[in-house]
């Protein structure tokens, strides 16, 4: 799951740069890029030694917390 992230992660990268009018370097972008791996990589390893689950379980448990996160902050559910 984290390996597809990565090409997902480096388009909404493009995305910003597009947004913003800015372009990074590559080394920039793979900066960006390794950080956030490294985090999320972590935050899936610590939950699912936490909670006992495999690293799937993990990753969607987090990105429907995530979500659920969003909803509560933008009251699109009452």
């Keep these: 799951m984290l390996a597809n992230a990565g090409g997902v992660t480096?388009?909404?990268y493009e995305w910003v740069q597009?947004?913003?009018?800015?372009s990074w370097t590559e080394e920039e972008v793979d900066q960006?890029?390794?950080?956030?791996m490294k985090r999320?990589?972590?935050e899936v390893g610590?939950?699912?030694r936490a909670k006992k689950v495999d690293r799937?379980?993990?990753?969607?448990?987090?990105?429907?917390?995530?979500?659920?996160a969003v909803y509560k902050e933008?009251?699109?559910?009452?």
Excluded: D, G, M, T
């Design 32 to 36: 960006r890029l390794e950080s956030q």
């Design 40 to 42: 999320a990589y972590r």
């Design 56 to 68: 799937r379980v993990a990753a969607y448990a987090i990105a429907i917390a995530r979500i659920e």
């Design 18 to 22: 597009n947004k913003r009018s800015e």
């Design 46 to 48: 610590e939950f699912a």
């Design 10 to 12: 480096v388009s909404y």
């Design 74 to 78: 933008r009251e699109i559910f009452p």
